[in-house]
């Protein structure tokens, strides 16, 4: 199973970028996805998370309403759509896939162990 995560860049603040997550060898359909990120200093923590047990998209606090999760399955895709942009947001990017049960999108958000496939992360930089 590989995770091909893509579209990070330099941008500056107030800007938006959309995040890709290709996925081979693993059908995504209604299987839980993520993405979380991990800035300098700081310990990883979830962006945002999908989970088929309630079908909700979860969002750190820190992103609500700025950002946005989906998917396309015909092209096993996931995809972060992140708007307004702030130098906080500098981090890499990882998605993540699959994994056992089921389990609200809350926890997901903060159970990142969870997952059984990532990606190899993107890299987001904002300059003020």
């Known amino acids: 199973v590989q995770l091909q995560a893509s579209g990070g860049g330099l941008v500056q603040s107030g800007s938006s970028l959309r995040l890709s997550c290709a996925v081979s060898?693993?059908?995504?359909?209604?299987?839980?996805i993520g993405w979380f990120r991990k800035a300098p200093g700081k310990e990883r923590e979830g962006v945002s998370c999908?989970?088929?047990?309630?079908?909700?998209?979860a969002y750190a606090d820190s992103v609500k309403g700025r950002f946005t999760i989906s998917r396309d399955n015909a092209k096993n895709t996931v995809y972060l759509q992140m708007n307004e942009l702030k130098p906080e947001d500098t981090a890499i990017y990882y998605c993540?896939?699959?994994?056992?049960?089921?389990?609200?999108?809350?926890?997901?958000?903060?159970?990142?162990?969870?997952?059984?496939?990532w990606g190899q992360g993107t890299l987001v930089t904002v300059s003020s």
């Open positions: 060898d693993f059908t995504l359909d209604d299987k839980p």
């Open positions: 993540a896939a699959g994994g056992p049960g089921y389990y609200p999108s809350r926890y997901l958000l903060q159970n990142a162990g969870y997952f059984s496939f």
């Open positions: 999908i989970s088929p047990a309630d079908g909700e998209a």
